[in-house]
């Protein structure tokens, strides 16, 4: 058996067919990864190419790009707020990504730039909505070209976004008007199209501030280590991870956070190209506020498509995170989902993240005309424990009376590429309160709406 695996390692990492490999990506909803370079981006090259200008084909060696987003919202009854606030918005995001490769090798730089802004409305600031004119990226690399049979190694250090494994616990937030970003270091044995990828960082969190400069958090570090082994794509491929966060009070005293957290996500493809799936489990040990904490999460989806001129697509899923079991015993069971993605995995309506949740799903996908892409969600959401919180609603029932049946979304998605440089989106989501939140306070129905457009260059 050591002889078979060290034999499957060298086939995965032969550098002759690494030019040609291009592995699969996930067709989970929300978990496709950008590992490096923000989807908007490109080399000039890239748009020279695209637009017919002549004059850029020798600027490959920049990465370059202009994006803003404009969207209107619509909520009623929103039961992230204590009195379920009904309210409307135009959040607007313009990012600016720059980046120097090849030329100087091995040193090379990117810098990017955030402006979000909330308008129309009268809410308090909110440092997850607003954030004037900001340094999203700034980190500089160290860039090595075929160090271990072809593969390249890329040190980074400086401020960063990026996502890891499948988005869940580490992500580059694409919905939410403010994206997150860290300092500290990074380096990656790989890249996306190499049979095997390693991934290890060492990152403070950098706080948002609405009135001042982000800053990073001087009480926390996340540490981990992320593998992707691609060698069996189409059919397989496996993300282990090991991820730690250290997490301090800023006024001393108890830690918030120390938690181990590891897993792995694996997807794939069968029938040819037909069939897939996506599945991920975490566990996580370690200490929250002064209570032990051993927790587990997971996530399973199949689905399949069709080969029409609608392009359907039906997919299944269940989503589950642990919840605290009792909250008088001193340890606690409800899992962390630290710094991951919500949007699209867990609802439109943003009122769930990956902890004390069982949440089956179903989705339907189609074009009826070319590019008009639609996609129906249907959700229902129970608590895993009903002694534990609905946390993002803001609902609990510490003696577990007033049930576990949450409510159920219906999410409805309409997008739109009108041209390369912009992109049409509308959505609309309803949440179905369940018996919990009738037995924990008012319960009416609740609305989410927005309409978005979307401009790059």
């Known amino acids: 058996m050591p002889l078979l695996a060290a034999g499957s390692l060298s086939a995965a990492l032969q550098p002759a067919q690494a030019a040609e490999f291009r592995p699969v990506t996930t067709r989970a909803t929300a978990a496709d990864r950008v590992a490096d370079r923000p989807n908007y981006a490109h080399s000039l090259q890239e748009l020279g ?39 409307d918005a135009l959040v607007t995001q313009t990012l600016a990504y720059f980046g120097i490769k090849e030329v100087v090798d091995p040193f090379r730089f990117a810098g990017e730039f ?11 600031p909110n440092p997850n909505e607003e954030n004037f004119t900001e340094v999203l990226q700034a980190h500089m690399d160290l860039h090595f070209k075929d160090v271990l049979n072809g593969e390249s190694f890329t040190f980074m250090t400086g401020r960063m976004t990026f996502d890891a494994v499948d988005r869940r616990l580490i992500a580059r937030n694409r919905f939410r008007n403010v994206i997150s970003s860290f300092d500290g270091f990074r380096a990656r044995l790989g890249d996306d199209h190499s049979r095997l990828e390693v991934d290890a960082f060492a990152v403070r969190p950098v706080n948002r501030d609405v009135d001042d400069f982000d800053q990073p958090d001087s009480n926390a570090w996340l540490y981990g280590v992320t593998g992707y082994w691609r060698a069996e794509s189409p ?20 830690m918030l956070r120390d938690l181990h957290t590891f897993g792995v996500h694996a997807f794939g493809q069968w029938g040819g190209g037909l069939w897939d799936y996506d599945a991920s489990f975490a566990g996580q040990l370690g200490e929250a506020r002064g209570q032990d904490v051993a927790a587990w ?20 899923w269940i989503n589950y995170a ?3 079991q009792d909250p008088r015993d001193g340890t606690s069971q409800r899992f962390d989902p630290l710094y991951g993605a919500t949007f699209g995995a867990y609802g439109f309506t943003g009122y769930f993240a990956w902890q004390n949740m069982i949440d089956p799903a179903a989705r339907i996908g189609f074009e009826l005309l070319p590019k008009l892409r ?8 129970w608590l895993a424990s009903d002694q534990d919180a609905w946390v993002r609603g803001l609902r609990v029932d510490p003696n577990g ?21 912009l992109e049409l989106e509308v959505v609309y989501a309803h949440f179905f309160p369940g018996a919990f939140v009738a037995n924990t306070g008012p319960n009416p129905g609740s609305d989410f709406v927005y309409l978005q457009a979307i401009l790059r260059l």
């Open 322 to 324: 642990s919840g605290d």
């Open 374 to 381: 639609t996609e129906i969600i249907y959700r229902t959401f």
């Open 49 to 87: 190419n695209s637009y017919d200008w002549q004059a850029l084909d020798s600027l490959r060696w920049i990465d370059a790009g202009v994006q803003s987003r404009f969207r209107y919202e619509i909520r009623e009854n929103d039961y992230r707020t204590p009195r379920r606030v009904s309210d």
């Open 114 to 124: 955030q402006d979000s802004r909330r308008l129309w409305n009268e809410r308090l």
């Open 401 to 421: 009376n007033a049930g576990s049946f949450i409510g159920q979304e219906l999410d409805i998605r309409i997008n739109y590429p009108v041209t390369k440089w």
């Open 235 to 254: 059919g397989v491929q496996v993300e282990p991870y090991w991820l730690l966060l250290q997490q301090g009070s800023p006024v001393g005293g108890v």
């Open 297 to 316: 999460a997971a996530h399973a989806e199949v689905g399949r498509s069709w080969k029409s001129e609608w392009k359907p697509r039906v997919t299944l």
